[in-house]
């Protein structure tokens, strides 16, 4: 069975400094791998997503993640926040064979001024 | 493009009623569309998934007579929540899919359903 596994549940950092949140996954055949942004009371936005293809994947807001396969890892970078990029970020992985998603447990990005 | 809405946004409704909320796919047909709850402060859990004119497939643990997941359309599914009680209070949201092997997901707004 595959699981995500989100080592912090919380990251304080300051404005403009650089971010990394941190995402495993486990899963015995190949997945696909999402990074989706949650701001408050509302749904799901997708920042990125690894299919295929190139390891470093770019996506919006300046966000970017880089898929480790040996590590099985996919953190999620970005150079330099802004007070808007406080929310709560998940990391989620798809079997390529499937349609059910699993989702980490989220890491809740707080921006200091 | 790939548009998901839901509504209500919010509904408070006293215990013992049912509630209804709709999820509907706007620019695109969805196959398969996706049902989850979220408690405060954690992750998304994954109810039931539907797939157009078949019954929804519940996850372990999930009453599918209390959650009843009807998709009759490939732009709209609905979950009622039956006689519902204050420990059913939760973020609910929907997702929808084009299907395929690459079928992304595309999240609704999601509904707060508050019940008293």
């Known amino acids: 069975a595959q699981s995500v596994t989100q080592l912090d549940s919380q990251v304080p950092v300051f404005e403009e400094a650089p971010v990394e949140l941190r995402c495993n996954y486990s899963s015995s055949v190949s997945v696909y791998l999402f990074w989706y942004v949650q701001y408050p009371n509302q749904g799901l936005q997708l920042l990125l997503k690894y299919l295929s293809g190139s390891t470093l994947v770019k996506g919006i807001n300046g966000f970017e993640a880089e898929f480790n396969k040996s590590q099985t890892s996919f953190h999620l970078r970005k150079p330099s926040v802004h007070i808007s990029d406080t929310a709560e970020y998940f990391c989620?992985?798809?079997?390529?064979?499937?349609?059910?998603?699993?989702f980490g447990s989220g890491t809740r990005l707080s921006i200091r001024p | 493009g790939a548009v998901v809405s839901q509504h209500p946004s919010r509904v408070i409704c006293k215990s013992g009623t049912s509630v209804k909320i709709e999820c509907r796919s706007l620019?695109?047909?969805?196959?398969?569309m996706f049902w989850y709850r979220q408690f405060p402060k954690q992750s998304l859990m994954l109810m039931a998934t539907?797939?157009?004119?078949?019954?929804?497939?519940?996850e372990q643990g999930v009453e599918k007579d209390k959650f009843l997941i009807n998709h009759a359309s490939l732009t709209l599914s609905t979950l009622t929540v039956t006689s519902a009680h204050p420990e059913d209070s939760s973020f609910y949201i929907c997702?929808?899919?084009?299907?395929?092997?690459?079928?992304?997901?595309?999240f609704g707004p999601g509904t707060r359903l508050t019940v008293t």
């Open positions: 997702s929808a899919s084009l299907g395929g092997d690459r079928g992304e997901q595309y």
């Open positions: 539907s797939n157009e004119g078949s019954k929804a497939t519940y």
């Open positions: 989620a992985v798809r079997e390529s064979s499937a349609s059910k998603i699993i």
């Open positions: 620019d695109f047909q969805a196959t398969t």
